[in-house]
C-alpha cells in the first residue's frame, strides 16, 4: 500500500525537487475514501507499468495491447502516453534534457495518483534518463512500480520509422532526438525487458501478462 503522503513530501523535499515547492502554507486533507477501499472495490491492486525505450520500440503498442487485454478482464486500467501528454499536461515543453527530466517528474506525479485511485496505469515514455525513471520509483511503494524496457535496435526502429521522425531527425529537421542527436539510458534493472524486434506482439504481450500475474496485480490464469 501507498505510504504516507505527508512522508512522501518531504521524501521528495530530500531528494532535491526539480520544481521548488512554493504552495508551502499548505495542508494535507485525508480521504475517508481510501486506496485500498478503491482497490477493494476494483477487485485489484493499483500500480504503475512503466514502458521504456526508443522511439519506435513499441511502448505505446504494448501499454495499448496490454490495457485492451485487462480491461477485457474487468480491470480499471488507464494509458499515459507521451504524444498524448504532451498536447496537454506538458504542453509547454520540448525536448532537452531539462524538459525531459520535468516531462518524466510531472507523469510519475500523475501516474501515483492513478495508482492511489486504485488503477492499473500503463505509462509509454521513452524516460531516456535512469535517474528519472528512479526517480519515478522511488516516489511509489516498491511493489507499484514495474519497469518494462521495450529492447529494439536503433537499426529496427528506423527502419519501423513510425512517424517518419527517424528519417527527419536524420535530415537535420529534428533536433535533440533520441539515439541520434540526444541520449538514451537503458535500464540496468528492469522488471521485464521485452525485445520487440525478435518477438511478435502477442508473445510481447503475454511475457507482461504473466510478470502481472506473478506480481499478484493481476488474479492468476
Ligand atoms: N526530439 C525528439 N526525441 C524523441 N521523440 C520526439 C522528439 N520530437 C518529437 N518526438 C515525439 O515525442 C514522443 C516522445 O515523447 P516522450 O514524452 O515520451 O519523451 S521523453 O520521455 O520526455 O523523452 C515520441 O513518441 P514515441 O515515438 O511514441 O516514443 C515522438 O513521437
Ligand atoms: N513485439 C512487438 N511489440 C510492440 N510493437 C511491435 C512488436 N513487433 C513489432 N511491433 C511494431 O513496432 C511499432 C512500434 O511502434 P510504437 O508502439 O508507436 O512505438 P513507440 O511507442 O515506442 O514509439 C508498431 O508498428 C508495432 O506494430
Redesign the pocket.
Known sequence: MSSCPIAAVSCAQSRKPIVNIKSSNTVWHHATVTRSRREQLNGHKGVVVWF??????G??TLAHAVEERLYQSGCRTFVL???N??HGL?AD???SDE???E??RR?GEAAKLFVEAGTVVLT??????QN?RERVRALLAADDFIEIYCHCSLEMCEQRD??G?YKR?RAGE?????????PYEAPTAPDLKVNTDSLSLNDSVELILNLLRERSVIAAA
Open positions: 521504456t525505450g526508443l522511439s519506435g520500440s511502448k505505446s502516453d507521451g504524444d501528454v504532451r506538458c515543453l520540448g525536448f524538459a525531459r527530466t516531462n518524466i507523469v509509454a515514455f521513452i524516460s531516456p534518463f528519472d513510425v512517424k521522425l531527425a529534428i533536433s535533440h532526438f533520441t539515439g541520434i542527436s540526444s
